[in-house]
Nanobody
């Protein structure tokens, strides 16, 4: 099982980023997928989850209305569109698959 995130970077407050997580080694369409994040000195927290077909999504309160999780089962990829970014969104963002599989993370820094 491999999960490879990309798309992080430095962005100004109010800006946008789109994270991608390309997966391999398992039948992607059979698993719910999630994004987590970990800010410096804080515990890792759940950001968003999407069900196998993409029909249902769930978001942490701090990102609701600003972030959108989506997936493409043909490309074995899950995305996180992040809009109206704030400094408190600064963190390493991780892709997660059920049964404790994690990507290596991608750094998102929101700063002017």
């Amino acid at each position: 099982v491999q999960l490879v995130e990309s798309g992080g970077g430095l962005v100004q407050p109010g800006g946008s980023l789109r994270l991608s997580c390309v997966t391999s080694g398992f039948t992607f369409s059979r698993y719910h997928m999630s994004w987590y994040r970990q800010a410096p000195g804080k515990e890792r927290e759940l950001v968003a989850t999407i069900t196998t077909s993409g029909s249902f999504t769930n978001y942490a309160v701090p990102v609701k209305g600003r972030f959108t999780i989506s997936r493409d089962n043909r490309k074995n990829t899950v995305y996180l569109q992040m809009n109206s970014l704030k400094s408190e969104d600064t963190a390493v963002y991780y892709c997660y698959r059920e049964s404790d599989y994690w990507g290596q993370g991608t750094q998102v820094t929101v700063s002017s």
